[in-house]
């Protein structure tokens, strides 16, 4: 998957020919190709209303087209102006469409628009993966909202905090007096990177009042994968790799009674065991944690939803090509680079609460 950000045109322009980057001038435009910039994008491209998607370099004159809605008045004030009408902008949409299916996956790649909706409605019914930073921003908003950041500058600020933080590594028997007793819990992962960070590749939480070091223990000390999705998920990706016939049953549960009944004649016991024992190994020697005190257990569960969602929806997390998680059966693992399935794009942080996140992280 490639991320390609799709920027708007500007009516601000020079009074000659110049490439696309230099002949827009106003300040939304400057501030949008920055922002973009900063995200790192495998391509950049503008959507301009006369001569459709540009890139950067190309070369091109000022015109007086536009595909916003403006008023009479302004019409008026501009009667050079060309409005297009809607036969047209469908005209329009189309025609980006093509172009972006020569040069992009158009169902696999990330489309990232920093555009209003007049730009976006024409193309977004062909775009299976988009963003739109600016929805809902109002045009005067948009410079503050660009210069604030969204969901990218989230999981970048996010990681520096994570891995400026206390880390944990196992055997942490000797640690545990002073990892808070409530929390989420923050995994990283050896060999996997977020540009020059350590990179995110699981968040977690527990239930139980002052059991996050339970729930730690569950996962890297535990041999019991019904107990522990995280461990689950792990075995499965072994078994995976080596072709196993055996991953079959290793979904099946046996924690209840009615599942002991059913399903526990089906188990290979002495093969589960040696299965979980180099689970056991491989969390050890892989896995490191931060955690994030957070004592109310209703903030604790909402905070942790809302991480894995800022995460799990940015398609910012790339694992490296021996990532043990490309062998999971479920997709949503090797599309988002979380060992989770779950919340991976549920709702977000409000301005207010993600700046108590970032208070609490900079303590």
Same mark, same amino acid.
């Given at each position: 998957?490639k991320?390609?950000?799709?920027?708007s045109?500007?009516?601000?322009?020079?009074?000659k020919?110049?490439?696309a980057?230099d002949m %827009?001038?106003?300040?939304?435009?400057?501030?949008?190709?920055?922002?973009?910039?900063?995200?790192?994008?495998?391509?950049?491209?503008?959507?301009?209303?006369f001569?459709?998607?540009?890139d950067?370099?190309t070369?091109i %004159?000022?015109?007086?087209?536009?595909?916003?809605?403006?008023?009479?008045?302004?019409?008026?004030?501009?009667? +050079?102006?060309?409005v297009?009408d809607?036969?047209?902008?469908?005209? #329009?949409?189309?025609?980006?469409?093509?172009?972006?299916?020569?040069?992009?996956?158009?169902?696999n790649?990330?489309?990232?628009?920093?555009?209003?909706?007049?730009?976006?409605?024409?193309?977004?019914?062909?775009l299976t993966?988009?963003?739109?930073?600016l929805?809902?921003?109002?045009?005067?908003?948009?410079?503050?909202?660009?210069?604030?950041?969204?969901? +990218?500058?989230?999981?970048?600020e996010? +990681?520096?905090?994570?891995?400026?933080?206390? =880390?944990?590594?196992?055997?942490?028997?000797?640690?545990?007096?002073?990892?808070?007793k409530?929390?989420i819990?923050?995994?990283?992962?050896?060999?996997e990177?977020y540009?020059? %960070?350590?990179?995110?590749?699981?968040?977690?939480?527990?239930?139980?009042?002052?059991q996050?070091v339970? =729930?730690?223990?569950? +996962?890297f000390?535990?041999?019991?994968?019904?107990?522990?999705?995280?461990?689950?998920?792990?075995?499965?990706?072994?078994?995976?790799?080596?072709?196993?016939?055996?991953?079959?049953? #290793?979904?099946?549960?046996?924690?209840? =009674?009615?599942?002991?009944?059913t399903?526990?004649?089906?188990l290979?016991?002495?093969?589960?065991?040696?299965?979980?024992?180099?689970?056991?190994e491989?969390i050890?020697?892989?896995?490191s944690?931060?955690?994030?005190? $957070?004592?109310?257990?209703k903030?604790?569960?909402?905070?942790?939803?809302?991480?894995?969602?800022?995460?799990?929806?940015s398609?910012q997390? $790339?694992?490296s090509e021996?990532?043990l998680g490309?062998?999971?059966?479920?997709?949503?693992?090797?599309?988002?680079?979380? #060992?989770q399935?779950?919340?991976l794009?549920?709702?977000?942080?409000?301005e207010s609460?993600?700046? #108590?996140?970032?208070?609490?992280?900079?303590?």
């Open positions: 998957m991320k390609i950000i799709l920027i045109c500007g009516s601000k322009k020079l009074d020919r110049a490439k980057k %827009y001038t106003s300040p939304l435009f400057k501030h949008s190709l920055d922002y973009a910039e900063k995200l790192k994008p495998d391509n950049i491209f503008i959507l301009s209303a001569y459709g998607l540009l950067l370099e070369e %004159y000022p015109y007086d087209v536009t595909i916003a809605n403006i008023s009479k008045e302004n019409q008026l004030k501009k009667p +050079h102006l060309k297009l809607k036969r047209e902008k469908t005209e #329009w949409g189309i025609e980006i469409i093509e172009k972006l299916e020569k040069i992009t996956d158009i169902k790649d990330l489309f990232i628009v920093l555009a209003g909706k007049e730009y976006v409605e024409p193309i977004k019914p062909y993966n988009i963003e739109q930073p929805e809902g921003v109002g045009l005067f908003d948009r410079i503050a909202h660009l210069k604030k950041g969204t969901k +990218h500058n989230k999981v970048d996010l +990681h520096r905090l994570f891995n400026e933080k206390r =880390r944990y590594k196992f055997p942490f028997e000797q640690y545990e007096e002073e990892i808070p409530n929390g819990y923050i995994l990283f992962e050896n060999g990177k540009k020059e %960070y350590d990179r995110v590749v699981r968040i977690g939480s527990h239930t139980g009042e002052n996050l339970p =729930r730690l223990r569950q +996962h000390l535990i041999e019991n994968k019904n107990r522990s999705i995280f461990r689950k998920n792990i075995g499965r990706c072994i078994l995976k790799k080596e072709g196993s016939p055996y991953v079959d049953i #290793w979904e099946l549960d046996t924690t209840s =009674r009615i599942d002991k009944e399903n526990f004649w089906k290979d016991v002495d093969f589960e065991k040696e299965i979980e024992k180099r689970i056991s491989f050890q020697k892989n896995f944690f931060c955690v994030i005190e $957070i004592n109310g257990k903030q604790r569960l909402d905070f942790e939803k809302k991480l894995i969602s800022t995460f799990g929806s398609k997390l $790339i694992p021996n990532w490309y062998y999971s059966p479920k997709e949503k693992i090797i599309d988002s680079g979380l #060992w399935v779950n919340n794009s549920g709702s977000e942080f409000t609460e993600f700046n #108590w996140l970032i208070k609490i992280l900079n303590k």
